[in-house]
């Protein structure tokens, strides 16, 4: 989402990569291209300004450190402003109170709601929580259907009642039954509107006043742009509301209203929701989401993602197979699949330092190669993943036709693991991976 973002604020950032020392000029030119970046990535005007003022007056009272250059100086004040725009610290999820912790889940129609209740259903599940919904939207029966298949997917219980008509009632007898089925969290997907109205804010008025809730999460498409950040204030001013989700954030909008909303309702962003999968949800970092705009990376949420999809002793047993030169076509198959359940590949490559926008166009991710290797690998059969030296000229025209593909992908996917094999011996010979670092590092 804040790929352009990324690569404007980073070719700003590198001008002062010349100087020697910081001038009043070359901030001011500098933070003037900061400040048209912001506004370009759909960031509230106001906010942009303030940003831009802010950094200015840091700038502007630091004196030259020895340890850092000008651009170091100037991207440190940059990110410790960024980091402060969106909210300094993570703000956590309240669900403290026993027996049972209330969520209402609110926002427009079409912004998410109902899917992200079984996403943060599946995220509590996950951390040991027992978690119930319930469908208090009386006016969709579609919301309904919807809430109660992506619960069996999830495998999480829901309250619904669809003969009543008073959505208050409705989520008061949901919390009787949680309390009785020894559910700890009632996560309560709301109704929506195209638009904010009188009717939508007086039943979550209701509904907060009968079941006090703990956290009131409001669900904002990152799509919409500025428009959500009117969203977010209107509910701040009729409803209030403890925390926003970002929704599609994987998609292609600017991500300006990500920046926006903590500025100008003073409330923070605890979820972002990366994806369409049940697991594309995470807890909002600031610190972390600064560095991935800078482009420095989130190195915590690559590894966060790697221990919730990859097993551990499958991982390490893997390890040594590859070290002791007997890795084969099945284990890069199981690979694939474990690299798969983290999510789209660009996703995980923006999570690297310095992967912005620019490196990702060199890089010429294609997300598609992944699922050609994984159809030729599926093609072949069990002794030919184990012993890929059997596969000779009528086996590739078979495996070939098996997956779609032609014979030179066949012989190019074979060379590549040829190669990997090569380089694992030369490990091996040299005395293992450490002794090899030093072997290369030491020609260098």
């Not at 009543?164 to 020894?182: D, F, M, P, W």
């Not at 705009?293 to 919730?308: N, R």
């Not at 690297?352 to 166009?361: I, N, V």
Request: net charge positive.
């Amino acid at each position: 989402m804040f790929q352009e973002l990324t690569s404007r604020l980073g070719g700003a950032l590198r001008k002062l990569s010349g100087p020697e020392r910081l001038t009043e000029q070359n901030v001011k030119d500098v933070l003037r291209e900061v400040r048209l970046a912001l506004l370009e990535a759909d960031v509230n005007y106001q906010v942009a300004k303030t940003f831009v003022k802010r950094v200015g007056e840091s700038a502007a009272g630091q004196h030259v450190w020895d340890s850092l250059t000008p651009d170091q100086q100037v991207v440190k004040l940059v990110r410790d402003e960024m980091l402060a725009l969106l909210g300094g610290e993570t703000a956590e999820l309240d669900l403290s109170r026993k027996p049972v912790a209330t969520v209402m889940v609110m926002g427009l129609q079409g912004s998410g709601k109902t899917t992200l209740c079984a996403k943060l259903a599946q995220r509590l599940k996950r951390d040991g929580r027992s978690p119930m919904l319930v469908a208090a939207d009386i006016y969709r029966p579609a919301a309904i259907d919807q809430l109660h298949t992506l619960a069996e997917t999830v495998g999480v219980p829901v309250h619904s009642d669809r003969g009543r008509k008073n959505a208050v009632q409705i989520v008061k007898v949901g919390l009787k039954r949680a309390k009785s089925e020894s559910c700890d969290v009632l996560i309560v997907d709301t109704a929506g509107r195209l638009h904010v109205d009188d009717t939508l804010m007086n039943e979550l008025s209701e509904i907060d006043k009968t079941v006090p809730m703990d956290e009131k999460l409001l669900v904002l498409d990152a799509m919409i742009g500025q428009e959500s950040v009117v969203v977010a204030q209107a509910f701040v001013d009729r409803v209030g509301f403890d925390g926003a989700v970002m929704t599609k954030m994987d998609g292609d909008a600017r991500g300006g209203a990500a920046l926006s909303v903590r500025e100008i309702t003073g409330r923070p962003i605890k979820l972002v929701s990366m994806g369409e999968k049940m697991g594309d949800l995470e807890i909002f970092h600031p610190d972390r989401m600064a560095g991935r705009i800078l482009g420095m990376g989130d190195v915590l949420t690559l590894i966060e993602k790697a221990e919730e999809n990859m097993d551990a002793d499958e991982a390490e047993a893997m390890a040594n197979r590859f070290m002791n030169n007997e890795f084969t076509l099945e284990d890069f198959q199981n690979q694939i699949r474990q690299v798969k359940r983290m999510g789209p590949l660009k996703g995980i490559m923006r999570m690297l330092p310095g992967m912005d926008g620019k490196m990702l166009d060199k890089a010429k991710v294609d997300e598609g190669q992944m699922k050609r290797v994984e159809a030729i690998i599926n093609s072949m059969t069990l002794v030919e993943r184990r012993r890929p030296e059997v596969i000779n000229g009528s086996r590739r025209k078979r495996i070939a036709r098996g997956s779609g593909t032609n014979v030179s992908q066949v012989n190019k996917l074979l060379k590549q693991y040829r190669d990997m094999r090569r380089m694992m011996r030369r490990i091996n010979d040299s005395g293992g991976l450490e002794q090899f670092s030093e072997q290369i590092l030491g020609k260098q």
